[in-house]
T-cell receptor, first 114, second 116 residues
Framework: GNSVTQMEGPVTLSEEAFLTINCTYTATGYPSLFWYVQYPGEGLQLLLKATKADDKGSNKGFEATYRKETTSFHLEKGSVQVSDSAVYFCALSDLETSGSRLTFGEGTQLTVNP | DAGVTQSPTHLIKTRGQQVTLRCSPKSGHDTVSWYQQALGQGPQFIFQYYEEEERQRGNFPDRFSGHQFPNYSSELNVNALLLGDSALYLC???????????????FGDGTRLSIL
């Protein structure tokens, strides 16, 4: 079946530091990949997505590249801000095998200190 | 333009009771999915509704059931509540069209269900 594995957290950084959150996946088809962000007390917001190999998703300074050869979709940001503190979820949907349902990783808690 | 709205925000029940959670999708969306998010975990897919029918189901027991109304809103029902059902229940809706197209899902803020 499909699965998503995220780097173990939590992650604590100082403001303006470089961020990487690792994500690898297992899928039988050709999945689309997503990063969602969850702020305290809120639901999930779509941060970025990529639908095919070598696509790069980007939004609000965050980027992730769909790497089929390494089955990875690592999230990066060059300079984090305090307001980026949240939980980040990597997810996939595999239309061929499981329709549009999302399979999520465990989440990575990011704390950015001033 | 209202996004996905869920009610109630919080709910406390005891073991063995039944609960109904409600979701109104984002305007223009016709597909609703439900997820369970246990504390410190990623969301787990429960089921998805389209055209008032359950189209996909995750690995959840029959105690979990749902409904979609003609206006696309949806309910999640859980019977015979267990302590392990304590979680944040998230509703997500997606854009008008084939639910098997890869439209991004928009999430509500969830209902926090606590079982005593």
């Amino acid at each position: 079946g499909n699965s998503v594995t995220q780097m173990e957290g939590p992650v604590t950084l100082s403001e303006e530091a470089f961020l990487t959150i690792n994500c690898t996946y297992t899928a039988t088809g050709y999945p689309s990949l997503f990063w969602y962000v969850q702020y305290p007390g809120e639901g999930l917001q779509l941060l970025l997505k990529a639908t095919k190999a070598d696509d790069k998703g980007s939004n609000k300074g965050f980027e992730a590249t769909y790497r089929k050869e390494t089955t990875s979709f690592h999230l990066e940001k060059g300079s984090v801000q305090v307001s980026d503190s949240a939980v980040y979820f990597c997810a996939l949907s595999d239309l061929e095998t499981s329709g549009s349902r999302l399979t999520f990783g465990e989440g990575t808690q990011l704390t950015v200190n001033p | 333009d209202a996004g996905v709205t869920q009610s109630p925000t919080h709910l406390i029940k005891t073991r063995g009771q039944q609960v109904t959670l409600r979701c109104s999708p984002k305007s223009g969306h016709d597909t609703v999915s439900w997820y369970q998010q246990a504390l410190g975990q990623g969301p787990q897919f429960i089921f998805q509704y389209y055209e008032e029918e359950e189209r996909q189901r995750g690995n959840f027991p029959d105690r979990f059931s749902g409904h979609q109304f003609p206006n696309y809103s949806s309910e999640l029902n859980v019977n015979a509540l267990l302590l392990g059902d304590s979680a944040l229940y998230l509703c997500a809706s997606s854009l008008l069209g084939d639910p098997y197209s890869n439209q991004p899902q928009h999430f509500g803020d969830g209902t926090r269900l606590s079982i005593l």
